[in-house]
């Protein structure tokens, strides 16, 4: 699977950011979509995935009830809306892919950078 992420830019604390991820390559039917960051001097971090068959969501402690992942059947694309945005939301956003039979997400986007000032 080919990943694209964009979207990324400058916003205020508190403001809302949707970043997008465009997959081709093969049929998503049988995949985890997801997104993960990586903040200046910090590991990379899972955020959010959506299984596509099912639309099934599952989300980090840290974003629950401000960012919403979703997923576009017909465009092949993956989202990420980001709402009340602090500060430490600042980092580098990547959208990733697994088949469900795997653990590891194998598929990489090239990232779309997220500051968010105070």
């Known amino acids: 699977v080919q990943l694209q992420a964009s979207g990324g830019g400058l916003v205020q604390a508190g403001g809302s950011l949707r970043v997008s991820c465009a997959a081709s390559?093969?049929?998503?039917?049988?995949?985890?979509m997801a997104w993960f960051r990586q903040a200046p001097g910090k590991e990379r971090e899972f955020i959010a995935r959506?299984?596509?068959?099912?639309?099934?969501?599952y989300y980090t402690d840290s974003v629950k009830g401000r960012f919403t992942i979703s997923r576009d059947n017909g465009k092949n694309m993956v989202y990420l809306q980001m709402n009340s945005l602090k500060p430490e939301d600042t980092a580098v956003y990547y959208c990733?892919?697994?088949?469900?039979?795997?653990?590891?997400?194998?598929?990489w986007g090239q990232g779309t950078l997220v500051t968010v000032s105070s």
């Open positions: 990733a892919a697994r088949d469900v039979a795997t653990s590891d997400f194998d598929s």
């Open positions: 390559g093969r049929t998503l039917s049988t995949y985890y």
């Open positions: 959506i299984r596509w068959s099912t639309g099934t969501t």
